[in-house]
């Protein structure tokens, strides 16, 4: 009885917090629902079908999306790379001094978004793929890194010690009594972010990365909703593409 009535105050605290966000943020549900803001949506919505299929046009989406594919891949296996290195260092194999600040790294890098990444690198390389690239390497190092890490923790240390008390070194000792272990989950960690990756990938076109997400966001900003439908198609069929590829990949690994 007790425990339902705490459950009870709880509810009523989450309901009151949503209501003072309603007030605070002064949001009027109702202009969603009057005639002239129905009209609008419609009209501009209409203005996207049919979406542009020319052959010209089909061909540059085919560029953009493999473009898109490329800074999603090399960004994903540059960030697996790095995040195994840290990964190390985090789960305190080198010392709890090193853990430390290796996990205040990997923090760092995964709090700041991949649109802010993105922005900073194309500032710092120029416009184009490289910037989203080296975006999304960032922001997933600091993900897979401290995914790794946990996953290394987790994993029995007796198949490692006893190759150790067996005459191995550290180095053989991991790679062989460590790494088959974590190897699936890291795997499937890294197939799961670029999965991920893909969508985002695609989203960092809008600060000059390249890709689909710059076609949808110049054929937007020129009032070209034909293409622009015709791009989130194409942003839409790879993703399921990936997805069920990647899907399969990790049901054979487990």
């Known amino acids: 009885m007790k425990r339902a009535g705490g459950n009870l105050f709880i509810l009523c605290l989450l309901l009151a917090a949503i209501a003072a966000s309603f007030i605070w943020l002064q949001l009027d549900l109702s202009a969603l629902l009057t005639a002239d803001g129905r009209r609008q949506m419609h009209d501009y919505a209409a203005a996207f079908f049919p979406p542009d299929t020319s052959p010209a046009w089909l061909l540059k989406l085919w560029r953009g999306a493999l473009e898109t594919l490329a800074i999603s891949a090399i960004g994903t296996l540059l960030a697996a790379l790095f995040g195994a290195l840290l990964s190390l260092l985090a789960a305190g194999r080198m010392g709890a001094g090193a853990r430390a600040f290796c996990r205040l790294q990997l923090n760092a890098l995964r709090s700041v978004p991949e649109l802010v990444w993105a922005a900073l690198m194309v500032l710092a390389a120029g416009l184009g793929p490289f910037a989203g690239t080296l975006a999304l390497a960032l922001h997933t190092t600091g993900v897979l890194g401290r995914l790794f890490a946990e996953a290394l923790e987790n994993t029995p240390s007796a198949p490692a010690q006893a190759l150790r008390e067996a005459g191995s070194g550290r180095v053989a000792a991991f790679v062989y009594g460590t790494l ?75």
């Not at 969508?199 to 600060?207: C, I, N, Q, S, T």
């Open 180 to 254: 088959p272990g974590v190897l699936p989950q890291w795997l499937s960690y890294t197939l799961y972010r670029w999965e991920n990756n893909i969508r985002m990938a695609a989203v960092l076109g809008f600060v000059g990365a390249g890709g689909l997400g710059q076609m949808l966001h110049v054929t937007l900003s020129l009032f070209q909703q034909s293409k622009a439908a015709s791009v989130i198609l194409a942003m839409l069929a790879m993703v399921l593409l990936v997805d069920a590829l990647s899907g399969w990949i990790r049901a054979r690994l487990g």
